[in-house]
Nanobody, 125 residues
Framework: QVQVVESGGGLVQPGGSLRLSCAAS????????MGWFRQAPGKEREFVAA????????FYEDSVKGRFIISRDNGKNTIYLQMNSLKVEDAAVYYC??????????????????WGQGTQVTVSS
């Protein structure tokens, strides 16, 4: 059974950092394109970052470029989202997603097939 489980969320002050993890089970993460999305209260789920399968190519939403880094550890079957210089507007529930489809991933939720339950990130002083 394909499953992804997020962890690492929490409360952080503006300007601080957090690292989210997404552990995959039931499939070999190396052969899947993985992504991070987020959803704030009253807003739609939005794309944050993605990393392609095999040869990793990364993509970022404009507002997080230069601050967030997506990476993968195939040996641990886990991806990460390193979030630096966090802003109040980064606060949201962050979701990990996976797809086995080939090609460059789209930045819509429909481009991914498997989802975790999410982890809360709160940015507040």
């Amino acid at each position: 059974q394909v499953q992804v489980v997020e962890s690492g969320g929490g409360l952080v002050q503006p300007g601080g950092s957090l690292r989210l993890s997404c552990a995959a089970s039931g499939f070999t993460l190396e052969y899947y394109t993985m992504g991070w999305f987020r959803q704030a209260p009253g807003k739609e789920r939005e794309f944050v970052a993605a990393i392609t399968r095999s040869v990793p190519i990364t993509f970022y939403e404009d507002s997080v470029k230069g601050r967030f880094i997506i990476s993968r550890d195939n040996g641990k079957n886990t991806i990460y989202l390193q979030m630096n210089s966090l802003k109040v507007e980064d606060a949201a529930v962050y979701y990990c997603a996976a797809t086995g489809r080939s090609g460059i991933p789209g930045n819509s939720a429909e481009s991914f097939d498997y989802w975790g339950q999410g982890t809360q990130v709160t940015v507040s002083s």
